[in-house]
C-alpha cells in the first residue's frame, strides 16, 4: 500500500487454490480493488511448470516461475493503492489512446478476438496444419474445430466475454457447465492452447472436460502448455512401452480419454503417483526413461500449440527464443500468417513456405516483441491494430517523456535481445539449445495432410487494410453488418470453406510439410552475428553499447 510494504504468514493460505487464495486476501485486505499475484498447490509442490496466477485466470504462465515463488515458501503478493504512475504528456497520452481505440473498434481482428477468443484460431488453424493432434503426430481432425473451437465454445458453455484492465478487445471468455462429471463453476474458459494443449494434442474432443481440464490448471496454478504437453508425452511413451503400470500406478493412458486426463491433473498438482514423474516436465522425464523422439520441447520447455510444418518462422520462434519454445517472443506467429508485416522497418512480407526473407522477419519480430513486453503492450492489440514500431514510439513517448524514433527505440529492443541472448549463454546456452524436434519439422505420422490450404495467408493480408478503410468511414452501421457477416456465416462455416478450398488447390502432399530449418537457422545466425558457441559478437555488443556484457561473456569468471 501507499502506506509502505510488510511481510505476513501465509500458513492459513498454503494448500488453497488460486481462486480461494485470491478471495481470502482481498477480504483480509478489506478492498476488492486489491490485486494479487498467487501460487497454488502446484507451486506449493514445486510442479516444475507451475505458474504465478492474478486475476483468476490471468497468467504469468512458463518458465516454472510458481515453482520458483514456492521454494521460497512465498505464497502470495497483494498490493493495493489509489496512486497513479506519472504520465509525462497527459494529453499526447490520450490523444494516442483515442486514435488507438477507434481502430480497434473497427479492427476485424479484434471482432474475431472479441466474439470467439483466442481459439477463433482453431477454426482456420486445423485446415492448414497449425493445430496439434495426438502429441503432434496427426493432421487435419475434424472434430477439433468443430467441437473444440471457439465458435463451439459460443454456441455452448460460453457465459460472457471479459477483458484484461484498461483493454478494449475483451478477448477473455467466461464459461460455466452446470452440471455433469465435468461441472465448472463461471470463470475463465479455454483460450487457443488450453483448448489445443489438453483437447486436440489429447486427440479429446470433449468440450466440457477441456473447459474443466483448464479450470483445474488456473486453480492449481499450472501451464496448460506443458500440462497437456507432458501427459501427451506420457501417453505416447505408455503406448510404446516406455512407461509401464509400475510407473502409472496402473492407470491405462490412452487417447481420448476424458476422465484420466482430469485424473493426470489432480496428481501432478499434489505430485501423487505417475503425477510426482508427469511433474518434471517432458525433457526430465524423457532423459530418465526414454523416448527423446516425441518429447516435444526446446531448451526444456514445452512447444506451444503452433506447428513449424504450417508456419515455417515458427521453426525458427522456437529455437531462438531464449527461455526455451515460447511463441510471444518474435511476432512470426502473426505475420506467417498474414496478420502483421515489418514494412516499417524496411522488410517485404516473407511467405509461409519460402525460407527467403525468414530469419530477418523473426529478428525484426524478436526486437518488436521484447519491446512490446518491455512495456506491457498486448501482441493482440498490436495485432489488431497491424501495428508496429510507430505505434509503440507512439505509446511509450507521451508516457516517458522520451523522444524515441522509431530507429532509437529498435537499438533499443536490439540491445534488450542482446542481453537476453548474452544472459542465456551465461546459463549454458549455446548453438546445441537452438534446435527443434525433429518430429514437428517432418510429415506427419497420421492424416492426409494433402487438402491443406495456403488461402488464409493472402486472406489475412486483407483484414488489416478492411479494418483501416472501416476506421476511416467510422460508420458504425456498416461495421455492425460486417460483425453479423463475421459472427453468423463467416467463422462458423470458415473451417468447412478452407477444407473445401484445399481439396480444390491443396498442397502437394506430405513434401511440401519438410520445414527447411538448417537454412533458416543459418541465415539468422550470420545475421545476429551469432559465433559457433551461439553468443553475440563482441564487436556486435560493442556496436550496441553493451561493451560491459561482452567482457563478462568473454572474460568474465563466467565465460
Known amino acids: 500500500t501507499e502506506e509502505g510494504a510488510e511481510i505476513r504468514d501465509a500458513s492459513h493460505l498454503w494448500g488453497k487454490d488460486t481462486y480461494e487464495t485470491e478471495d481470502m486476501l482481498k477480504k483480509e485486505a478489506g478492498s476488492k480493488l486489491a490485486q494479487v499475484i498467487c501460487i497454488g498447490p502446484a507451486g506449493e509442490n514445486l510442479v516444475k511448470y507451475a505458474c504465478v496466477m492474478n486475476d483468476k485466470g490471468s497468467t504469468s504462465g512458463r518458465g516454472g516461475m510458481g515453482a520458483v515463488m514456492g521454494s521460497k515458501k512465498l505464497k502470495a503478493v497483494v498490493a493495493l493503492g489509489k496512486l497513479k504512475p506519472p504520465v509525462a504528456d497527459e494529453e499526447g497520452l490520450k490523444q494516442i489512446r483515442k486514435r488507438l481505440n477507434e481502430a480497434i473498434k473497427y479492427s476485424l481482428v479484434a471482432e474475431s478476438l472479441r ?23 496427426e493432421a487435419m481432425w475434424d472434430d477439433g474445430p468443430e467441437k473444440l473451437g471457439g465458435t463451439a465454445v459460443a454456441k455452448t458453455i460460453l457465459q460472457k466475454n471479459r477483458s484484461c484492465y484498461g483493454c478494449s478487445v475483451g478477448c477473455k471468455r467466461i464459461t460455466r457447465v452446470e452440471s455433469g462429471p465435468f461441472a465448472a463453476s463461471l470463470g475463465p474458459g479455454p483460450e487457443y492452447e488450453a483448448a489445443v494443449s489438453l483437447g486436440t494434442l489429447q486427440r479429446m474432443s470433449n468440450l466440457e472436460a477441456n473447459n474443466k481440464a483448464n479450470e483445474l490448471c488456473d ?23 516406455i512407461l509401464t503400470d509400475n510407473e502409472t500406478g496402473g492407470i491405462k493412458l490412452g487417447w481420448n480419454q476424458p476422465e484420466t486426463l482430469i485424473d493426470l491433473i489432480k496428481k501432478i498438482a499434489f505430485r501423487k503417483g505417475i503425477g510426482d514423474i508427469l511433474a518434471e516436465g517432458t525433457r526430465a522425464i524423457s532423459e530418465r526413461y526414454g523416448g527423446k523422439e516425441f518429447a516435444i520441447h526446446v531448451k526444456g520447455l514445452e512447444c506451444p500449440m503452433h ?36 514494412k516499417d522497418l524496411g522488410l517485404k512480407r516473407s511467405w509461409p513456405f519460402k525460407t527467403e526473407g525468414k530469419a530477418i522477419q523473426t529478428i525484426a519480430g524478436q526486437t518488436k516483441c521484447v519491446l512490446a513486453n518491455s512495456a506491457l503492450i498486448c501482441e493482440f492489440m498490436l495485432a489488431s491494430i497491424c501495428g508496429g ?64 490450404t495456403t488461402i488464409l495467408y493472402p486472406m489475412n493480408m486483407t483484414m488489416g487494410p478492411t ?5 476511416k468511414i467510422g460508420s458504425e452501421k456498416l461495421m455492425n453488418i460486417v460483425r453479423k457477416v463475421e459472427n453468423k456465416f463467416l467463422f462458423p462455416n470458415l473451417y468447412k470453406v478452407m477444407k473445401t478450398t484445399g481439396k480444390l488447390f491443396g498442397l502437394s502432399g506430405n513434401k511440401k510439410r519438410k520445414v527447411p530449418f ?5 541465415e539468422y545466425y550470420r545475421l545476429r552475428d551469432i559465433d559457433d558457441k551461439g553468443r553475440p559478437s563482441r564487436e556486435r555488443l560493442e556496436s550496441l553499447g553493451l561493451g560491459d556484457v561482452a567482457d563478462t561473456l568473454f572474460s568474465g569468471p563466467l565465460a
Open 307 to 342: 506447428d513449424p510444418r504450417a508456419l515455417w518462422g515458427m521453426a525458427l520462434t522456437y529455437a531462438t527464443s531464449i527461455r526455451g519454445a515460447c511463441h510471444c517472443s518474435d511476432t512470426n506467429l502473426y505475420a506467417d500468417m498474414g496478420l502483421l508485416d515489418h
Open 219 to 241: 486453480r492449481y496454478g499450472m501451464d496448460v502448455i506443458s500440462t497437456g504437453s507432458t501427459i501427451a508425452y506420457a501417453t505416447e511413451a505408455y503406448e510404446s512401452g
Open 115 to 137: 466474439s470467439f477468443g483466442s481459439n477463433v484460431h482453431m477454426t482456420y488453424g486445423m485446415a492448414i496444419g497449425d493445430v496439434p493432434v495426438k502429441n503432434w503426430r
Open 518 to 522: 538448417d537454412e533458416m537457422i543459418g
Open 389 to 452: 514500431m510507430q505505434e509503440m514510439v507512439d505509446m511509450i513517448n507521451p508516457v516517458t517523456g522520451f523522444d524515441y524514433t522509431i530507429e532509437e527505440l529498435t537499438k533499443v529492443g536490439e540491445r534488450i535481445w542482446y542481453i537476453k541472448r548474452a544472459l542465456g549463454n551465461l546459463c549454458g546456452a549455446t548453438r546445441e539449445d537452438d534446435r527443434v524436434p525433429r518430429r514437428i519439422l517432418e510429415p506427419h505420422i497420421e492424416g492426409d495432410t494433402s487438402n491443406l
Open 467 to 471: 479494418g483501416r478503410l472501416l476506421d
